[in-house]
């Protein structure tokens, strides 16, 4: 049975995939030393599930959520402008629905991991808070599928994520 055909009822299939892969293609570049890996793209609810990896050290971007984001560090470290916590490797982190925050990853830090389980669209805010750009899980989609064509998986290598 093909992985993108429903199971009895209209179930669609469970998704496993390793998290961290070997093959580098597999990280969809979202600016200059940022990727994103794909692990869940919620075609239904409009949420996404992955990976985010930085290389560099600075401020990512200003945004908000307009529905609860969670994340988990699993490697280096990044911190909100507008908080006094750092974010560890092993930390869990819980984002208000709403909440204007910068992302920073500190200079000290050559590699940051984090997985992020976001419910709603990313919306991309000046320092006045209006919005300059968004992200939702259909830009989402369309970046995995320009990237995958462009390095040789095929556009539908991204059909494998989407429910």
Known sequence: MSAFIASAGGIQPEIVATAIPEDEREWVPQAPDVWFRPLFLNTVTGGWCNLLRVRKSGV?????????????????????????????????????????HTLEVPADCEEMITFFNISG???????????????????????????????GLGADHVRRFMR
């Open 60 to 100: 990512l971007s200003r945004h908000r959520h307009p529905m609860l984001v969670v994340g988990y560090v699993i490697r280096g470290k990044w911190f909100y402008h507008e908080h006094d916590w750092v974010a560890n490797a092993g930390d869990f982190v819980y984002e208000p629905p709403g909440e204007i």
């Open 121 to 151: 669209a990313m919306i991309y805010v000046d320092e006045h808070g209006v919005q300059t750009g968004y992200e939702d899980v259909f830009t989402k989609i369309d970046m995995c599928r320009r990237h995958y064509e462009t390095v």
